[in-house]
């Protein structure tokens, strides 16, 4: 009999560092789905073996128990692969990996037994790339070891010297388990790494996951913040202007001025129209109705002129420095501070004049809302949301609004923003 050296772990190492190479992209699914894949190469090298141990059975001189029972110990170990061994190679339970490999090895053992001619070191190439395949590093060791001790056992004792036939088996087995020790230990960190680098993968997409879910719902919460800025800026103000409005009518409806009555009622209807107009750019997300087909200049003082005529306080729009575009987002915040001011004056100030003023300065634009009204107590001022609203326009292009009395009187909305 041949001596009983395991060289079936470098038939496996290259295949299996090949493909722990390929597994490390892989995600702990992937890998668990390649591996599955890799069953049928497991099928059909061990019955491609235990076939060719079949033919050689048939084709060897019988042994001293005849042909047959090394026939039938061969198709036992088949069977125990059939039952036990393939859900072994899944990983499903542990107990079927000791319950195939106590049925193989018990086999191959009596045939080496019965048969000490017989080529049994062909089932090796089998047997010992499984031991590795379905334990861990710990009891695939001690299994190997388990199984060339039961080897050399099963060549010593029958021999007709077993003294003499202890040294060289002794090697052998020696040699056999460090090999196949090495080879084995060194396919498990390959696995091991790879298993590691997949659970860092499956960490990386679940935070990737994570990541798009905050940033879907940031772009929400955005997207709502940006909504209701507009709402207010434009269609809000536009409401109080037409309840404004609406007073002014009934209030002139009373005194018998119908020249007044219907003033304002046109008045009430241009509002409504340029309302309209605003509530469609919103949802088409265009830019804001007093803007288009305008450059910023005209807008503001088309602004003013509206401003002067709802309400009869006089607003006046200046312009200092080369008016140049500022892009179409700076500009929207630029008439949105405009607005929000004006609408401030209308509301709070009391004021008989306004005056916007635009500067246009190297390296930023600013623009000041001032009134000669009551002003406010800076130590009781309370921000609204237009103001909060405006200040976040202002902070998303890295600029400010700050608000202060103004000389002699009233108040003064400013904003910077960087060109």
């Keep these: ?235 809000a103000q536009g409401f109080t202007s037409v309840v404004a409005l609406s007073r002014a009518a009934g209030s002139a409806l009373d005194r018998g001025d119908l020249e007044a009555v219907r003033e304002r009622l046109a008045m009430v209807e241009q509002t409504a129209v340029d309302n309209l107009a605003e509530a469609r750019v919103i949802v088409a997300e265009l830019t804001p109705g007093h803007l288009q087909s305008r450059t910023l200049v005209e807008a503001l003082a088309r602004l003013a002129d509206t401003m002067t005529r709802e309400t009869g306080i006089q607003v006046s729009s200046t312009v200092t420095g080369e008016p140049a575009p500022l892009g179409g987002n700076a500009e929207v915040v630029v008439l949105r501070a405009a607005q929000e001011g004006l609408s401030n004056v209308r509301r709070h100030s009391g004021a008989e004049a306004a005056c916007l003023t635009l500067d246009y300065a190297p390296t930023q634009v600013s623009l000041e809302v001032t009134d000669d009204g009551s002003g406010f107590d800076p130590d009781a001022a309370r921000d609204g949301f237009g103001l909060d609203g405006l200040r976040s326009r202002a902070a998303e292009l890295g600029g400010a609004v700050t608000i202060a009395p103004a000389a002699p009187r009233g108040t003064r909305l400013r904003m910077e923003l960087p060109r």
């Design 1 to 235: 009999m041949t001596s009983p050296s395991t060289p079936s772990p470098p038939s496996a190492s290259p295949s299996e560092s090949s493909e722990s190479s390929a597994r490390s992209q892989l995600s702990t699914d992937e890998l668990a789905a390649m591996w599955r894949g890799q069953a049928k190469w497991w099928d059909f090298g061990c019955y491609a073996l235990i076939a060719t141990a079949v033919v050689v059975a048939l084709l060897e001189p019988a042994g001293p128990h005849g042909r047959w029972p090394t026939i039938v110990l061969l198709g036992g170990i088949a069977l125990a692969y059939i039952l036990f061994g393939r859900r072994a190679l899944m990983h499903e339970e542990t107990v079927y990996a000791v319950l195939y490999h106590l049925c193989a090895w018990t086999c191959l053992l009596t045939i080496i037994a019965l048969d000490p001619e017989f080529e049994a070191w062909l089932l090796f190439f089998c047997l010992f790339p499984q031991i590795w395949a379905t334990f861990s590093l710990r009891p695939a060791l001690l299994a190997t070891g388990l199984g060339l001790a039961a080897i050399f056992v099963s060549v010593v004792a029958p021999a007709d010297n077993p003294a003499a036939e202890v040294p060289g088996a002794l090697v052998s087995v020696l040699i056999s388990f460090t090999l196949s020790a090495a080879l084995g230990m060194f396919i498990h960190r390959i696995i091991r790494e790879a298993e590691e680098r997949a659970g860092v993968i499956d960490e990386l997409r679940a935070t990737r996951e994570q990541l798009a879910v905050a940033e879907r719902a940031q772009g929400v919460m955005d997207e709502r913040s940006r909504l209701s800025r507009e709402i207010h800026d434009t269609l």
